[in-house]
């Protein structure tokens, strides 16, 4: 797949199938519109393009209405290129994208940019300034343009439509595995590690404690998790299992909520490397124990926990 970030050193695609959208997750409720846009693309021969935006445009539009995002930049790069798309456009949203027309969306943007040979777009797809812009528009224009537009059936886009929002809710209740479902694949985090009080390695579980490479990105509910992770030192990159607390650790009146991962049978010096952390299970809600050794006692519960339960999945 070729990523474009430059839209003024884009290519002449070959006879484009686009699609557009911010594609938060690029999760099951996606899937239906971007198996649309490789039919297409395959009617004409040509190439399967999808345009999104970084920013999210509610960032721009009205920040305190911008939801935490699903996934980084980074994922979303690595989702469609899993999903076999041939190009993503990735557009800087800024305020003079944001006050586009509609019309002079389709003129100055999408065909002349472009120069589709079909638009893919979900049910009731809005576009250019205050959304004004509509199936209709894009089909008339199409006619004059020498396009064709395919909206996806109200029916089937319900059916498959798995809501960002639903998502989003689950990991804030902690049902990673809900999560996990709707998305078609492990939520993770990635982070780099950073230093703490370290007050783990005094209990015996020394963790890794997470500033996230993308401020944005949302942070599941508190609680214990199984984890994978993969550790990047360089160009080497190393699998591991372990447990992740996220949380305000109130068993030492802890003011800010911390991300923190313990990875089993392991004891490098980390500091300042990568973590990719992907979440399996959630075990237990974060708890406030009568002082240290009782959370030494439950940490060493978890540890015994989680092992179990790696081990079944790998008998």
């Given at each position: 797949?070729?990523?474009?970030?430059?839209?003024?050193?884009?290519?002449?695609?070959?006879?484009?199938?686009?699609?557009?959208?911010?594609?938060?997750?690029?999760?099951?409720?996606?899937?239906a519109?971007?198996?649309?846009?490789?039919?297409?693309a395959?009617?004409?021969?040509?190439e399967?393009?999808?345009?999104?935006?970084?920013?999210?445009?509610?960032?721009?539009?009205?920040?305190l209405?911008?939801?935490?995002?699903?996934?980084?930049?980074?994922?979303?790069?690595?989702?469609?290129q899993?999903?076999?798309?041939?190009?993503?456009?990735?557009?800087?949203?800024?305020?003079?994208?944001a006050?586009?027309?509609?019309?002079?969306y389709?003129h100055?943007?999408?065909?002349?940019?472009?120069?589709?040979?079909?638009?893919?777009?979900?049910?009731?797809?809005?576009?250019?300034?205050?959304?004004?812009?509509?199936?209709?528009?894009?089909?008339?224009?199409?006619?004059?343009?020498?396009?064709e537009v395919?909206?996806l059936?109200?029916?089937?886009?319900?059916?498959?439509?798995?809501s960002s929002?639903?998502?989003?809710?689950?990991?804030?209740?902690?049902?990673?595995?809900q999560?996990?479902?709707?998305?078609?694949?492990?939520?993770?985090?990635?982070?780099?590690?950073?230093?703490?009080?370290?007050?783990?390695?005094?209990?015996?579980?020394?963790?890794?404690?997470?500033?996230?490479?993308?401020?944005?990105?949302?942070?599941?509910g508190?609680?214990?998790?199984?984890?994978?992770?993969?550790?990047?030192?360089?160009?080497?990159v190393?699998?591991e299992?372990?447990?992740?607390n996220?949380?305000y650790?109130?068993?030492v009146?802890?003011?800010?909520?911390?991300?923190?991962?313990?990875?089993?049978?392991?004891?490098?010096?980390?500091?300042?490397?990568?973590?990719?952390?992907?979440?399996?299970?959630?075990?237990?809600?974060?708890?406030?124990?009568?002082?240290?050794e009782?959370?030494k006692?439950?940490?060493?519960l978890?540890?015994l926990?989680?092992?179990?339960?790696?081990n079944?999945?790998?008998?």
């Amino acid at each position: 797949m070729h990523v474009h970030f430059q839209l003024d050193q884009l290519p002449a695609f070959r006879s484009p199938a686009i699609t557009i959208g911010t594609f938060d997750g690029v999760h099951g409720g996606h899937y239906a519109i971007l198996e649309l846009l490789k039919q297409e693309a395959a009617r004409f021969e040509g190439e399967t393009v999808v345009i999104t935006f970084h920013p999210h445009p509610r960032r721009i539009l009205n920040n305190l209405d911008a939801p935490a995002l699903l996934t980084s930049l980074e994922e979303r790069i690595e989702r469609f290129q899993s999903l076999g798309i041939h190009h993503l456009v990735v557009v800087p949203f800024d305020p003079q994208f944001a006050e586009l027309t509609a019309q002079a969306y389709v003129h100055e943007f999408l065909v002349k940019l472009f120069r589709p040979k079909v638009i893919v777009i979900g049910y009731d797809h809005r576009f250019g300034k205050d959304r004004t812009g509509d199936y209709a528009m894009l089909e008339k224009m199409g006619t004059e343009l020498d396009f064709e537009v395919k909206e996806l059936d109200e029916q089937l886009l319900n059916a498959s439509r798995i809501s960002s929002t639903h998502i989003r809710h689950a990991l804030l209740q902690g049902d990673i595995l809900q999560a996990n479902q709707l998305l078609g694949y492990p939520y993770e985090l990635r982070g780099v590690v950073i230093t703490g009080d370290k007050l783990g390695r005094t209990l015996g579980f020394p963790t890794a404690n997470l500033s996230l490479v993308d401020s944005d990105k949302l942070i599941p509910g508190s609680g214990v998790y199984a984890v994978k992770i993969e550790l990047f030192r360089n160009t080497i990159v190393t699998h591991e299992i372990g447990m992740m607390n996220i949380g305000y650790r109130p068993t030492v009146n802890g003011k800010e909520r911390r991300i923190e991962v313990h990875i089993f049978n392991f004891d490098d010096d980390i500091y300042g490397e990568i973590l990719k952390v992907t979440l399996i299970k959630y075990t237990r809600k974060e708890l406030k124990f009568s002082g240290l050794e009782a959370l030494k006692e439950q940490l060493k519960l978890d540890k015994l926990t989680i092992s179990e339960f790696f081990n079944g999945l790998n008998p």
